[in-house]
């Protein structure tokens, strides 16, 4: 068959020339494609109108893209050896302030320390801290500490210094020289003290506490004949009684005696048991809130209540008349339970009285706690001030005794009672010198300040219980040209030793080697190999004496007020008090921040036209008081406290700084260390008279959670011990309604039971193959210190807000802690502390609502935020029925592209103090909502340290912050998919009865999971438990 | 066509000796001439209502959400409140327009384009409010479902808020085009009466050519009728998605599933107390009292009573599903902390005003009261809002963990804000009236020579003594006079 030709057109018929051509040139036309000089004036055709529209499209593009201005990082010329950017470097450090004793690990990156740990190998306080030990990190970064040495407050050289400084020592022609510190438990600090009171035989060493407990050292001495404390063993008491000692919270060296106390709190479910714990206080404590039994009393009836208890307990005083019949049975009822477990009870007691702690020391001898709960073989040096040294000192200084005074880490002037006195007196002082990191109000007066280095910057060792010791060294290089007081020293004693190598050498010689010696600064602490017999000491103080003096404690008339002064587990003494995490964390008991106050109890505030109820809860301004005690008055706002006693009144010490303790501290409270009075022997926090009248005017407090009571509401779950024991099952009945909806109580963790499928369209969206991360908590040993909240605002970069936006209810605490009050008795209120945080849904209400997917989860059960995704409408915060999520009200950071709009009260945005913002946590911009990650950038931390190594994940790799950071163990994390894990064994095999999750009915599926709370108290007191929740609205 | 019988029983919708050319007259002489003193006083206010809610939300924007007194606990107050209670109000407009129209209601072309008009100034002003509580405002774009060159990351077609982007923004549109296909026969009778050669400029602009041509009335009607149908289901779906904002969630007080027609009447109810405040005033202002009669009002009043009563009766419901169902949080939120609690007051001001005060329209009477119905109409308007607040605070105030319980008062912004859209409102309503024909001169016209006074008088009262045979026997079988209701219009259209 013939191939048959088709043509389009004639001109392809007939084949032309012109036709031929076309054919040949595929492109007819000539591409204009102008680049010639003539671009400018070029008539532009068609083409290049796309071309040039495209480019100027894409050019606006990315030049609009290209908003963000170009920082330059400047890489290292020479790469220390040691640092890879990106990588953290961990160095063992100790925290020794003021006597306290927190072995650490220091977390460093890129050479600057972002982040405190405790130190695992320490046997006394392992990866625990406090909430003040987790604020220290920022503290190094403060910009109102000193920056140079002054002389007469202006700038000088070190040289200079040393020079006139020496000029002056030798002009003082034997004039006593002191130094003044806190209390210093390093034994290589002691020695360069001792070597400059080898070169000036005038010199002598005074120590004094702010917070005092001179009473306890005077009365140990009386009874014992050591002026020393004993270490504490709480993890060996059935019985604790503790007559106004916050252990948990301020008390000596309160992570060691919450890690002891924990042990004793924790339930094993197969054979339930745990320490029943008496508490007598005036305020409410921490500790006190962690009582089976609390008891309030005045404070000056402390010694009536210690002669009543050694009374009971068989000791020969006669028990003094108490008019409070609850208090009286409390009383007998602590002696019956101390008497039941000889040597195996405990009391302790805060009281700064001399003649009370020797009562106290009967006690212990009575029932035995000498060489079981109460070791004296070996001995803490966690304080070391005597009162009356103190007195004396001031005296001296007055009438010009005193030549040359050498201040270092203590402010008199500011927490003295006698605080004029002493300026007064160092006015008069011939030579004086502060070390003192600011230039606080002691400083101020001063001729000479020589700072010294923040502890991170320093070198040291430090002996906390005899034969147990940590050592310091630095983190970082030293910020400013301070210098440490060690060096300082050495340099006027004429020792041209370096401090560095003066330690060094100390402990070369003590050590053997220099590789002991380098071992010891890794690992951070020496302990002894095997931990030391406990000791015991025979009782051989002067009880009737002691009972006699008690007697003459002046007390006030029945229905009369008492002051009682205490320390907040935040701010402490107050030296710390420029520090925007501590002021800003809730108080554990209060809730408030910024802030101190009257704390009242509703009775009394009934007097001055404030109560509990609807009125007070929505409105933060309350009503200022007028109080009077020592001849001096103060005028704070009333805080009303279901718990404290009656006719109390309780004021935190450790506010009222003046403006040159920095821009957090300054301004914020009230000064009432002007209340301490002085007894002739010690001094005491608590004044017996009190006159308090009402104001016209009110003022705000910055108070996060408003409502006391849980309502009854299943969210907490509660029981007594007795109970428990007869039925675990009980406490988790509620739990058993879900059986209708497929529920099996007896796997409850089995993804594929009917519970977890129904009530989702999507049963099959999240599949857990790998790692499934969960969380438990156990209410029975969360003390509600508050160590968590502020580890997690140091590892995640949560920003301050400031007192107002407080106000505002704006705080941005990833991790809260709920505080209830339940019971009957507003005036003997039971609590329990929840520590609440994202709870990770599987089946998550806030996810869902998100119109951008911000908020998504990840395939190891996260639910994770996108930061750069949010537009911020707050519906995931509105849905979450747990409110953990926290929305960037305001610019607190500078991490938005506005100008001038900067939120920042606390001083957080000074380049100096954004140095300790953690490098793996993205500062979030204002406007984005954020939450607790989990520390998902340590877990993925962990991962990939597995996975270099080439294996699975192993269980306690990864931890979260707050779970590191908790004294007590209450935390427990994990891969819930792994059998061997923890978490899975307490879920599934250790605390099956005990376990709930909050708001479980709602089928969010949570992933943190509760322990219910279990209370060591009489079984005929939780009779009205059931509905004893709900009545209690005033609370 | 037949006569369009209409019994003299009924009252008639235009009132007075109106002929077509009257019609016009009345309506469109106001767009021409130079507005009153009052006219400038009003816009004055809302002008400068409006800058104050520009520089509110200007303020807001710039120092970030916190500005406002929302906190952790309460995360929308005023912002939402004032969105739904705006998009409620619209909802009128849209039934006027929509419903009315396919179920032929003659009385609605009295009050329709005004109505409309009010639905599109409340829908703008409703947009506001998502669009500024959002703490990163630059980034709501997100929102939109577009290619996009980050991963694309789509958006989350699970949330409700997104739903809320698409049925506000349909709702926006429909009622856009509906209302503007309506203007054009109106804009061209205003071009064509023009003296200046500015007004025909733009009015010819404005009304697209319109030439009144047989065909673009049969265009008009069809699309008409089109938007219609469109509109229909949105008179339901906006605020049924609005309250999905609040039912798909687990907020104990907003997780209920009767807020769909909860919404829908409460949206209506109030929605139709706006029209009456406007209108009231706009009848008096341009005297349109003619063409908004009392009949308009009364027939609105009905409506008012109804669905203030389906909303009375939803509000039982609720607080019976509440003790019903057993549930403790939910149990809590409605009697301890919504009847009653810190925030409870707010809960009673709105029974008082949604469900009680209505009740005074069972009264004939009453609903032809201008001064009662005025009154009712703001009644309405401030109950609304304040369900719309109940709902919103009162639900979140007090959730399930009393740990994070908080209490709410609106900062300056957040007033300033609402301020701001009643200006918005005020000010696009006032250039409304003056520039645009406040009553759809077409339409009336449609309705004039049935229920015009006048005309029932001439043509129908001789009707009514004829008996039935008679009336067949003359009417049933030969044109009558009146002709095509279209024709009719057609040529009013350039009278």
Known sequence: ?1035 | MHLKYESTLREPLVDGEKNYHQVTEDIISPIEGKPGKLWYVGFFISVALLLWGVFSVTWEVYYGTGVWNLNKTIGWGWDITNFVWWVGIGHAGTLISAILLLFRQGWRTGVNRAAEAMTIFAVMCAGQFPIFHMGRVWMAFFVLPYPNTRGPLWVNFNSPLLWDVFAISTYFTVSLLFWYSGLLPDFATVRDRAKTKLRKLLYGVASFGWTGSAKHWQRHEALSLVLAGLSTPLVLSVHTIVSFDFATSVIPGWHTTIFPPYFVAGAIFSGFAMVQTLLIIVRKVLSLEDYITMGHMEAMNKVIVLTGSVVGCAYLTELFMAWYAAVPYEFATFYKYRAAGPLGWSYWIMMTCNVITPQVFWFRKMRRNIVVTFVMSIIVNIGMWFERFVIICTSLYRDYLPSSWSYYRPSWPEVGFYMGTFGLFFTCFFLFAKYFPVIAVAEIKFVLKTTGESFKRDNMEKLEPLSDEQFAHDHAHHHDDHGHAGHAVAHAAHN
């Not at chain 1, 050591?226 to 009684?241: C, D, G, Q, S, T």
Request: hydrophobic letters at 35%; glycine letters at 8%; proline letters at 4%.
């Open chain 1, 1 to 1035: 068959m013939e191939q048959k030709k088709y043509w389009k057109g004639l001109e392809e018929l007939h084949n032309t020339k012109e036709h031929q051509e076309i054919v040949n040139n595929e492109f007819r036309e000539d591409l204009p494609f102008e680049e010639s000089e003539s671009l400018l004036n070029a008539t532009t055709p068609r083409r290049d109108f796309l071309k040039y529209l495209g480019f100027t499209t894409a050019a606006a593009t990315i030049a609009a893209s290209c908003e963000i201005p170009v920082k330059k990082a400047i890489p290292y010329v020479n790469k220390p050896e040691e640092i890879t950017p990106g990588v953290p470097n961990y160095y063992a450090s100790t925290y020794a302030v003021d006597g306290e004793f927190v072995p650490l690990v220091v977390k460093t990156r890129e050479g600057r320390p972002i982040k405190v740990d405790g130190n695992e190998l320490s046997s006394i306080t392992g990866t625990s801290s406090t909430a003040r030990v987790q604020g220290s990190v920022l503290s190094l970064y403060d910009a109102a500490r000193l920056r140079f040495p002054t002389i007469a407050g202006a700038e000088a050289t070190w040289s200079e210094l040393d020079k006139q400084v020496g000029a002056a020592l030798a002009g003082l022609g034997g004039a006593p020289i002191v130094l003044l510190t806190s209390t210093i438990i390093s034994p290589s600090t002691k020695k360069v003290i001792a070597g400059f009171q080898a070169k000036y035989p005038s010199f002598r060493h005074v120590t004094y506490d702010a917070v005092s407990y001179s009473g306890m050292l005077l009365a140990n001495e009386a009874s014992y004949g050591k002026r020393a404390l004993p270490a504490y063993h709480f993890e060996n008491a059935k019985v604790v009684v503790s007559l106004n000692a916050d252990f948990l919270g301020t008390w000596l060296n309160p992570v060691e005696y919450s890690k002891q106390y924990g042990a004793t709190r924790k339930i094993d479910e197969k054979k339930p048991e745990m320490s029943k714990h008496f508490h007598f206080e005036s305020m409410m404590s921490v500790t006190g809130a962690n009582a089976d039994e609390r008891y309030t009393h005045k404070p000056s009836q402390t010694g009536d209540i210690a002669l009543a208890l050694l009374n009971a307990v068989g000791g020969s005083v006669s028990a003094p008349a108490i008019s409070d019949k609850r208090l009286a049975d409390g009383i007998q009822k602590a002696a019956k339970a101390l008497l039941a477990n000889n040597g195996k009870s405990i009391v302790v007691a805060g009281s700064n009285d001399v003649n009370v702690q020797i009562i106290v020391n009967a006690i212990n001898s009575q029932i035995g706690a000498n060489g079981t709960t109460i070791d004296w073989n070996s001995t803490v040096n966690y304080r070391q001030g005597i009162d009356s040294e103190m007195e004396q000192l001031v005296k001296d200084l007055n009438a010009g005794a005193v030549g040359g005074l050498f201040i270092y880490g203590v402010n008199p002037s500011y927490d003295y009672y006698n605080a004029q006195a002493f300026t007064e007196g160092l006015k008069k002082t011939k030579l004086t010198v502060s070390f003192n990191s600011h230039k606080d109000e002691t400083s101020e007066n001063v001729k000479f300040a020589a700072p010294a280095h923040h502890y991170l910057e320093s070198w040291g060792d430090a002996e906390g219980r005899t034969g147990y010791f940590s050592f310091i060294q630095p983190t970082i290089a030293p910020l400013f040209k301070t210098r440490a007081f060690e060096a300082t020293l050495l340099a006027w004693s004429g020792n041209t030793t370096a401090w560095e190598d003066f330690l060094k050498n100390e402990w070369i010689a003590k050590l053997g080697s220099q590789e002991a010696w380098d071992k010891a600064l890794q690992d951070g602490v020496i302990e002894p190999a095997t931990a030391p017999a406990l000791g015991g000491a025979s009782f051989a103080g002067n009880v009737a004496e002691a009972a006699a003096k008690i007697g003459s404690i002046k007390k006030s008339g029945k229905d009369a007020l008492e002051l009682v002064l205490y320390e907040k587990v935040a701010i402490g003494n107050g030296k710390e008090a420029n520090n925007p995490w501590l002021q800003e964390m809730p108080d554990p008991i209060t809730r408030a921040t910024w802030d101190n106050y009257a704390v009242i109890s509703n009775k009394l505030a009934k007097t001055f036209g404030s109560e509990l109820g609807d009125d007070y809860e929505i409105n933060n301004d309350k009503t200022v008081l007028k109080i009077k005690a020592n001849g001096k008055e103060v005028l704070l706002p009333l805080l009303i406290l279901p718990g404290i006693h009656p006719e109390v009144i309780a004021i935190a010490v450790g506010y009222g700084r003046n403006a040159n303790a920095g821009k957090a501290a300054a301004g914020v409270g009230k000064n009432v260390y002007n209340f301490v009075s002085f007894n002739g022997t010690t001094r005491d926090f608590y004044s017996p008279e009190v006159a308090v009248e009402k104001t016209n005017q009110t003022y705000e407090i910055g108070v996060t959670q408003t409502h006391n009571s849980y309502e009854g509401r299943p969210i907490i779950k509660e029981t007594t011990l007795e109970e428990f024991i007869k039925n675990p099952e009980e406490v988790n009945e509620d739990r058993k309604e879900l059986d209708q909806f497929g529920y099996d109580p007896k796997n409850p963790h089995d993804t594929t039971s009917n519970f977890v499928k129904n009530g989702t369209l999507y049963p099959d969206v999240h599949q857990y193959q790998g790692i499934k991360w969960g969380m438990s908590i156990d209410l029975n040993t969360c003390f509600g210190c508050g160590a968590c909240t502020i580890a997690c605002q140091a590892e995640n970069n949560v920003s301050v807000v400031g007192k107002e936006q407080v106000i505002k209810a704006h705080e941005m605490h990833w991790l809260r802690i709920d505080r209830y009050f339940g019971g009957t008795d507003v005036d003997n209120p039971e609590v329990v502390f929840q520590p609440m945080l994202c709870q990770h849904c599987d089946n998550a209400p806030c996810e869902n609502v998100c119109p951008v997917a911000a908020t998504n989860h990840s395939s190891e059960g996260i639910n994770q935020m996108a930061y750069n995704r949010c537009i911020g409408t707050r519906y995931c915060a509105n849905n979450c029925p747990y409110k953990v999520r926290r929305f960037n009200w305001r610019d607190w950071n500078g991490a938005d592209s506005f100008a001038n709009n900067l939120y920042d009260v606390g001083g957080m945005n000074d380049d100096l103090t954004r140095m300790v913002l953690n490098p793996d946590v993205v500062v979030r911009s204002r406007g984005v909502m954020e939450k607790c990650s989990f520390c998902v950038q340590k877990l993925q931390d962990a991962k990939l340290t597995a996975k270099k190594a080439g294996r699975p994940l192993k269980d306690g790799e990864a931890r979260t912050a707050c779970q590191l950071a908790c004294s007590a163990d209450a935390i427990v994390f994990g891969n819930v998919n792994d059998k061997e894990s923890r978490i899975y064994k307490v879920r599934n095999e250790e605390q099956k009865s005990r376990m709930y999750y909050v708001l479980e009915q709602l089928h969010v599926l949570p992933s943190i999971n509760y322990l219910a709370k279990i209370r060591n108290k009489d079984a005929e007191k939780a009779e009205g438990k059931k509905e004893e929740h709900a009545a209690h609205h005033e609370a």
